[in-house]
């Protein structure tokens, strides 16, 4: 067997005058040996290793890999991808009613409460982040602690998440998008126009250089909310607030508890995607530092973003019974205040930024997809030929293939049994949210069985609390999200979830077992076995 391909390390000499960099045979047998033992701990084999082609040896030695991302993001590049997939701006347009028909005007204090928890179960993104890099996310987290099959769940719920959330986005850019347009100029275009040119503009950005994406994705997000924020500003100029109103919404009301527990349901959906940056874990420049960092920032920013936006629409609407009923039922609540204190021309800017960050979640949802699928082709879990990387883009353009257009299928059969864009918006992203919410509980749950026995013989009490709370939230939601049994076709989404996995598991890990070996070379380009093999 050839050893020039091999990274041979800088032996000492075995005798007195022997010349540096020589080995004699025992030094060679003992070195292969070596290699063998790291060959078993990558579970693969010598025999698997000896049918790689030459030509392939040669390539990994002498060139990056293709299967290799670059680490080439910053800081504000990471934390774009957590902020545009958690799409703040499009949670405020209209999620706010849903609380608001449970908790009353506690509607900001819901969020309150709803921010606390994500930033527990952030805890645990972060822990096992400062540990584990990886670009499948959960699935990275997971499969390096309870094992690649719980990994295994964790990546194909997220990209259940993601891929639904493609679609559910993309018809919100078109039907928002739709009414700006004829606000402003008085021309009803239909909402399939403007969805159709954001899929191909969305399309194009994620096939392309990623830093692109997060770049447009931080100034158009940033920009949405920004104009949001100014419409909160409208409506408190607006209002006559004493000290008693200004505190009222942070006040618990008659609903009591049992309103904060209910509201917190549609609150703690509405930051989802805030764990985005983990799928960048191998493209930032110093992840372990900046993903963790990324994702918690993010889940801050936004959730102090829905408190005050929610805030100032409580007080737009008013705090009287009667009011909290109109704020339950308005399917637009920012229009109504916006058209209340400004008029039309105002409440189309805020149509077009709602468009915009539907829009540029669109580009996050394919990019977080694309890179959970090419990690588990990657590993052996999905067909080998979505494992690449585009040598120029340095992207996964095979993968981004598969979850787009898988992204357009859905969305044409959400508005087959939802018939309205809206209907698709919400039962697509409420469909896609038990994916994320499995993700999550099998997260906490690696983070408790890696850092637990350290933590309860250390005494961490606080440390070893938050992934049990974060557990018991995620647990919450679940349950309250199946009963009271809901409305169709919402009652059924647990079931199309388990469906779904059913499906998706068993054939995922089947492939895993068949293509066995044959991974080898995958496992090589993808800088798993950096430490056997030389890259020049």
């Known amino acids: 067997m050839p050893t020039e391909w091999l990274t041979l390390p800088e032996p000492k000499p075995t005798c007195a005058g022997a010349p540096r960099g020589t080995l004699n045979w025992s030094d060679r047998l003992r070195h292969f040996g070596l290699m063998a033992g790291k060959l078993r701990r990558n579970r693969l084999s010598l025999s698997s290793l000896a049918r790689i082609q030459p030509a392939t040896r040669r390539k990994v030695g002498t060139h990056m890999s293709k299967a290799q991302f670059a680490r080439q993001l910053n800081l504000p590049e990471t934390v774009a991808m957590s902020v545009a997939l958690m799409a703040p701006t499009t949670a405020m347009v209209f999620v706010t009613p849903f609380l608001a028909q449970s908790a009353g005007s506690n509607v ?17 993104f972060g822990r096992l982040g400062r540990k584990y890099a990886h670009a499948g996310s959960a699935y990275g ?24 959330m493609t679609a559910a986005l ?8 739709s009414l700006a347009i004829e606000q402003a100029t008085g021309t009803h275009v239909p909402w399939s126009i403007p969805t159709l040119v954001g899929a191909a503009i969305v399309l194009g950005f994620a096939l392309n250089n990623v830093r692109i994406s997060v770049r447009m994705m931080l100034l158009l997000e940033g920009a949405s909310m920004l104009l949001i924020i100014g419409v909160g500003v409208l409506i408190l100029g607006h209002s006559n607030l004493s000290a008693g109103i200004a505190v009222k919404p942070f006040l618990l009301n008659s609903n009591g508890i049992t309103g904060i527990a209910h509201a917190m349901v549609f609150g703690f ?9 983990a799928t960048l874990g191998e493209e930032s420049k110093d992840p372990k530092r900046m993903v963790p960092l990324a994702i918690s920032f993010s889940a801050l920013v936004g959730g102090l973003f829905f408190i005050f936006s929610s805030y100032t629409q409580t007080l737009g609407f008013g705090l009287s019974a009667n009011a909290m009923h109109a704020f339950g039922a308005d399917p637009a609540p920012l229009n109504t205040l916006i058209q209340k204190f400004s008029g039309t021309a105002f409440s189309a800017s805020v149509n077009a930024g709602a468009a915009i960050s539907f829009f540029a979640c669109a580009v996050a949802t394919v990019n977080g997809s694309a890179r959970i699928l090419f990690a588990l082709a990657r590993d052996g879990y999905a067909p080998k030929g979505l494992a690449g990387l585009h040598e120029r883009s340095n992207t996964p353009r095979a993968a981004v293939f598969v ?29 896609g949210a038990f994916g994320a919410l499995i993700a999550y509980g ?6 408790l069985a890696e850092y637990g026995r350290t933590d309860l013989a250390k005494r961490k009490v606080f440390a070893l609390a938050l992934p049990v709370i974060g557990l018991v939230l995620i647990g919450w939601v679940l349950y309250s999200s199946v009963y009271p049994v809901p409305a169709s076709p919402v009652n059924y989404f647990p079931y199309v979830t388990l469906a779904y996995f059913a499906a998706v598991i068993p054939l995922s890990l089947r492939h895993r077992t068949r293509s066995g070996p044959e991974n080898v070379s995958a496992h090589i380009e993808s800088g798993d076995l950096t430490d056997v093999v030389s890259v020049d």
């Open 108 to 124: 900001p204090l819901a969020f309150v409460v709803a921010l606390i928890g994500v930033l527990i179960i952030g805890s645990s």
């Open 141 to 164: 987290l997971v499969k390096d602690v309870l094992g690649p099959a719980f990994g295994v769940v964790a990546g194909w719920g997220l990209t259940f998440t993601y891929v639904l």
């Open 170 to 177: 993309l018809a919100g850019t078109g039907e928002f998008s």
């Open 269 to 277: 959906t509405s930051f989802l995607g805030f764990e985005g940056s």
């Open 403 to 431: 979850v787009f257009p898988l992204g357009l299928a859905l969305l044409g059969l959400g508005v087959l049994l939802f018939n309205t864009p809206a209907n698709v918006l919400g039962d697509l992203s409420g469909l």
């Open 442 to 447: 099998l997260v906490v749950i690696a983070s």
